[in-house]
């Protein structure tokens, strides 16, 4: 009797018995795991950022100026601008650039606009079909800027030239 007592106690004693937790140094795993495509991070880090700005101060007479869409253009949010001759206007990563214009087409002339933008940063091509002929011109087409690493964005636009 006296082993039955030593057995059902010592079964007792086991079958209570909690059990520790363990502390783990390990940091726990979540089971989401998340990878990132290094191609789309690539491309994203590639792309220009266009900001919109007020219209140019500089500019005083005859211009072209444009936007992302009708809506925005109606709003007055630029994304280019220029004074139909020398010099172009953009806020491109976050700073506000004047840059030359290498070629422009006659506005008055063509029904295609089109323009060459260059710096040491930023090759930018403006091309538009003119959608309305008054005393200012209205035009809609794309507006692409290359980067030196040959990453290009490419936007619509809409917006006028004239005098």
Known sequence: MKYLIILFSAFTMIACKKEKATVSDSKPVDSLTIVQD???NDSETAHVLVDVFPFPNEIK???CYFAKNKSDFENEKYIYADDAGKTAYMKLDGKRLTMNLISSSDMEADEEL????????YKISVKGKKIKNEEVLLFEGTLTITKPDGSVTTMPIYGECGC
């Open 61 to 63: 007479e005859c211009s």
């Open 38 to 40: 290094s191609v789309e």
């Open 114 to 121: 089109t323009k060459e933008i260059e710096n040491e940063n």
